[in-house]
């Protein structure tokens, strides 16, 4: 048997990282910062209030070239609408299998040369996998590990950017250009994963250090992996591997608005056959965002009870939302039990809680169109 | 004022007659971060040595608290279940978890001192 040792690997600003007094976890294969010397819920609630920047190095950024075949081909594993993506256009989509659930869930751009997709870190060595078996000799595919990926985000992210990169401020949300920077070109979208306006910004490793030093100075805060969690939560946003996997399809997981309509009609997709019965008839459980009564925190794989005692679910995420100032999370129900104000148990410890469905996101903000 | 002794779960105690005070640390604080949750026990529940007495929970995860010492509680501090962030703050002070009447004073004496405690969190980080 061959044995295999796993190395962990670290982004191109793992000193910076460990300077700004950040603890470390392990993270899909990665030594990554759970938070720094302020804590998860500072962290939070400067991204809310100010601006903060996230590592994202970590997530995969996968490049691909081809003509309008390759278009085809990411379609039958891709349910996005590919063909009428305008170049520069983001769209939040998912890689589906034969079943319709789903292997990651992605933003992917349309580039001039052909697309750039975003995938999760655990996820990416798997997705190349996929995708590459839809592939055909003509296209072309990178992993660039040379970029890093960061994502700065909060009310002030747009005033500080624009200050180092003029005319970032022009993008609208979900598109992105190149531009330059320190006689380099880089690539910023206007995106995010927190629910607050922002940017992710793919910048080669030698040049990530100096743009880091211009957040700082302009003192945005280093944010690690939990407050990120808090964020994207709060947001209503699915973490892949807790909210999402393989088994789940898009119908399930309240996704099915990131099908495009031309899709759902059309098909030619992996699981469409699966998806399209689900479009019409529904799907047995469904994921609602979840509010405890009082303080306690439901956890994923919590169970989640009908008011009569019968399990109808479980949680998926959980957690103190800082700018909720409440508990929230995320589940699985049965489809007669989503309705938002739905009264529902959440078994904690052995001990079973009070709770509702909620309305998702539990935290709006409105997005740059 | 009262001696204190400490767990390697993190708990301090103080002792008072036969009624011993316990909490968290401010080492374990540090550890769990922002703490959003606590449970305390009732008065009368009955407690073995080292049995999860309380909860606390930080953003990122829960943990349990345990009794270093057998005995029978006779109250909660119900104001860190309602401000859970007050442990964060004063973890050695106001924030105590729970008091107990204690059977054996023995096992109290058997903790830690607070030099014992430093070194063993040194000699044991994380």
Redo the contacts between chains.
């Keep these: 048997m061959k044995r295999v040792i796993m190395q962990t690997q670290k982004t191109a600003l793992y000193n910076i990282h460990k300077n700004l007094g950040a603890k470390f976890v392990p993270f899909a294969g990665y030594e990554m910062p759970?938070?720094y010397k302020d804590?998860?819920?500072?962290e939070h609630i400067s991204t809310r209030t100010f601006a903060g920047f996230f590592d994202v190095s970590h997530m995969g950024q996968f490049f691909l070239e081809g003509d309008e075949t390759l278009t085809e081909a990411l379609e039958k594993i891709i349910p996005a609408d590919l063909k009428s993506l305008k170049i520069n256009h983001s769209k939040y989509s998912f890689l589906l299998n034969n079943y319709g659930g789903i292997i990651d869930d992605l933003i992917v751009t349309k580039t001039e040369k052909g697309f750039c997709i975003i995938l999760n870190a655990a996820c990416k060595d798997n997705d190349i996998k996929q995708i590459s078996q839809f592939l055909g000799k003509n296209h072309k595919y990178l992993l660039n590990n040379d970029l890093s990926l960061i994502a700065l985000q909060g009310p002030k992210s747009v005033e500080i950017l624009e200050k180092l990169i003029p005319g970032v401020s022009n993008l609208k949300f979900m598109t992105g250009n190149n531009f330059n920077y320190d006689s380099e070109k880089l690539y910023v979208t206007r995106s995010g994963y927190t629910g607050e306006d922002g940017f992710e910004i793919s910048i080669s490793n030698k040049k990530v250090e100096k743009l880091i030093n211009f957040l700082i100075l302009n003192e945005v805060k280093p944010i690690g992996l939990?407050a990120r969690?808090?964020l994207r939560l709060e947001a209503g946003l699915c973490l892949y591997g807790h909210d999402l996997n393989e088994k789940i399809n898009p119908v399930e997981a309240n996704l099915k608005w990131a099908i495009a309509k031309k899709r759902k009609e059309d098909g030619g997709f992996n699981g469409w056959n699966k998806i399209k019965s689900l479009l019409t008839n529904g799907s047995e459980k469904i994921r609602v965002g979840i509010m405890p009564e009082g303080?306690?925190?439901a956890?994923e794989n919590a169970k989640i009870f009908s008011t009569e005692d019968n399990e109808i679910g479980f949680v998926t995420s959980g957690?103190?939302g800082?700018s909720v100032n409440a508990?929230v999370a995320m589940g699985y129900v049965k489809s007669n039990f989503a309705k938002v104000g739905t009264s529902i148990k959440l078994e904690v410890?052995g001990k079973k809680y009070g709770g509702k469905v909620s309305e998702l996101p539990f935290y709006k903000k409105s997005y740059v169109k | 004022m009262s001696e204190k002794k400490f767990s390697k779960k993190h708990e301090w105690v103080s002792l008072e007659g036969d009624v011993a005070t316990v909490g968290i640390t401010k080492h374990a604080t540090e550890l769990l971060?922002?703490i959003?949750?606590a449970e305390v026990p009732d008065a009368g529940k009955l407690l073995e040595k080292e049995s999860q007495a309380a909860?606390v929970?930080?953003?990122?995860?829960?943990s349990d608290v345990y009794s270093p010492i057998a005995g029978e509680i006779t109250d909660g501090n119900k104001s860190i279940?309602d401000d859970?962030g007050s442990i964060n703050k004063d973890p050695e002070g106001a924030s105590w978890f729970f008091k107990l009447k204690i059977k054996d004073k023995e096992e109290f004496n058997a903790l830690m001192s607070k030099d014992e405690y430093d070194k063993f969190c040194k000699e044991n980080p994380s």
């Design positions: 759970i938070q804590g998860i819920v500072k939990g969690d808090t303080k306690v925190i956890r957690t103190f800082p508990p410890r | 971060g922002d959003v949750f909860v929970e930080s953003t990122k995860a829960a279940v859970p």
